[in-house]
């Protein structure tokens, strides 16, 4: 099954893209969708064309959640989301996301008591549903995955593949795009 990184208006542009591009040099099957319409205008006014609208029956092992406070927002009050989130988190299944974007698996009532990172200001939120936090640059804590900001998205989507495809993949994508 794939992994689904949602784009809604206003996410964070590096955020979603860096992980769609390094989850799919791994080898994982990344589907974007949107909740509204296409093109999708990222918060800094770049427009991306998602795979397809968000639908109610397709299953996902994963789910990825660029940050940018207008699409958290837009994540945080979509239902479809948070019940996506919930399912997959329920069935064990890879749950991240960076930025402000942590603040919808909050919202979704799975933080309590999960050590996480976030973008600074959204960090007592997330805090009042239980979970604790860090302030690293990324968060692994069982099968739920926070990035801090847009600066650490290489890293957070490398954290990603290495749980998803294993530490020797994600190393071998390090190397070739040359990051330290």
Known sequence: ???LVPLAE????????????LLRRGGVEVVTATPGKNPVTGSH??????????????????????????????????????DLV??????????????AAPSVLAAAGIMKGIRFTCYPGYENEIK???????GDPVVKDGHIITGKGAGC????????????????????IKEQIMTP
């Open 128 to 134: 009042g549903h239980g979970g604790i936090h860090t």
């Open 10 to 21: 206003g996410f964070e542009e590096i955020e979603a893209i860096a992980v769609i591009d």
């Open 86 to 99: 919930r399912v997959i988190h329920n069935e064990s299944g890879l749950t991240a996301a960076i930025c």
């Open 153 to 172: 998205a290489v890293q957070f989507a490398l954290a990603l593949l290495e749980e998803l495809k294993g530490p020797e993949t994600a190393r071998s």
């Open 45 to 82: 006014r770049i427009p991306v064309t998602a795979d397809t609208i968000l639908g109610h029956s397709t299953r996902f092992s994963g789910i990825v959640l660029p940050g940018g406070g207008l699409g958290t927002e837009n994540l945080k009050n979509d239902s479809r989301i948070i």
């Open 1 to 3: 099954m794939p992994i």
